[in-house]
């Protein structure tokens, strides 16, 4: 996709492409007809969408839910925050009154030529180190960073016992959370909403 100035909550679906139906063909090849167990997946392509935002949040919503995460989201768009890169970062932290920022290793590119503000502003950057586990996979070598999906189709036994798969796969991303990222009553992911972009077929629309 070429890059545009359009802002992930203005990118709508291109439904004229069948993206559900492939999606559900990949999960029938990958995991057969266990992947209809997930009641939450089953509703989530039963619906229509015309917004990827809205597709992407409730996905991530409903799967916090299955794991039983509790760790409440917040939509930066509805924080009225300006600025871009850094700055956007910082002003949400400070309006949230945030003492840690937790972020992925790979934003450190762009996140250490604002340090000294988030410094200035008391607010310390923590950089998540992830160290992938390994858990019940189909096939002989297990591949790593694939989907939550992957997690929750393979290991979907545990159903009765969803802090079960949190304890080995989402363990030190929530303990992280829990200990360093409270800001006031609610707890903040970083662009919770970009994770999925392509997760759907999508075209853009113009500001």
């Known amino acids: 996709m070429e890059k545009t100035d359009t802002v992930i909550k203005d990118v709508i679906i291109d439904n ?11 999960f029938q090849a990958n995991y057969g007809d266990s992947y209809r167990e997930i009641e939450f997946i089953n ?4 619906k229509q969408w015309n917004n990827l935002s809205e597709f992407n949040i409730e996905f991530i919503s409903k799967c916090c839910e299955y794991l039983d ?3 409440r989201l ?5 924080l009225k925050c300006v600025g871009k890169k850094g700055d956007l970062v910082l002003n949400i932290c400070k309006q949230l009154h945030a ?12 996140l250490e030529d604002y340090r000294y503000r988030f410094d200035e ?4 950057i923590i950089y998540h180190d992830y160290t992938h586990p390994i858990y019940r996979q189909r096939g002989k070598t297990f591949i790593e960073n694939l989907s939550i999906l992957d997690l929750i189709f393979n290991e979907k036994n545990n159903v009765g016992c969803p802090k079960k798969l949190c304890e080995f796969y989402l363990h030190n991303i929530i303990s992280t959370l829990e ?3 409270i800001i006031g009553d609610a707890k903040l992911t970083e662009n919770y909403s970009t994770h999925f972009q392509g997760f759907a077929s999508v075209k853009n629309v113009p500001n």
């Open 74 to 78: 917040l939509r930066s768009s509805e």
């Open 121 to 124: 502003s008391g607010i310390k």
């Open 16 to 26: 004229i492409q069948s993206w559900k139906e492939a999606h559900l063909k990949s």
């Open 69 to 71: 995460i509790h760790t």
């Open 179 to 181: 200990e360093n990222f």
């Open 99 to 110: 003492t840690d920022y937790l972020s992925t290793v790979g934003s450190a590119d762009y």
């Open 43 to 46: 509703n989530l392509y039963y």
